[in-house]
């Protein structure tokens, strides 16, 4: 078996993966989760929100609960893993992620997803994972 990121990246925004929705992307936009090109640090760029970031990047959560985004991937297929890049979020990641799945059956116009999306018929998948 091939190292799976070695395989298709089903999310690729080339490919049709775009990023839905995300609950916080304050200083950083939802976007940049599914760049193609490696994340860089550029000294001394800021936003009109503070650093920039080559990354999705929420408000510090003062209050209970997580961050999360909606991703449509561009392809069907089976997920073989996930990278979860932290590149220049050092001390600023969470410890753990939680990705959940679910197939909408095709492609839709996201009124017709987000309906979908929240219906009680759609079945969720969980998987946990511990960033390193």
Not at 37 to 47: L, N, R, V
Request: glycine share 10%.
């Amino acid at each position: 078996m091939k190292d799976f990121t070695q395989l298709a990246d089903l999310a690729a925004e080339r490919l049709g993966g775009r990023v839905l929705e995300a609950n916080d992307d304050f200083f950083a936009p939802k976007e940049n989760l599914l760049k193609e090109p490696k994340p860089i640090f550029i000294e001394g760029k800021y936003t009109s929100r503070g650093k920039w970031m080559d990354g999705w990047e929420s408000r510090r959560r003062r209050t209970p609960g997580y961050d999360w985004c909606l991703i449509r991937l561009g392809l069907p297929g089976t997920i073989r893993g996930v990278l979860v890049d932290t590149s220049f979020f050092t001390g600023n990641y969470p410890e753990r992620f939680s990705l959940e799945v679910c197939d909408l059956g095709g492609r839709h116009p996201y009124k017709e997803e987000k309906k979908r999306l929240h219906s009680e018929k759609t079945e969720w998948c969980r998987s946990l994972g511990k960033l390193r």
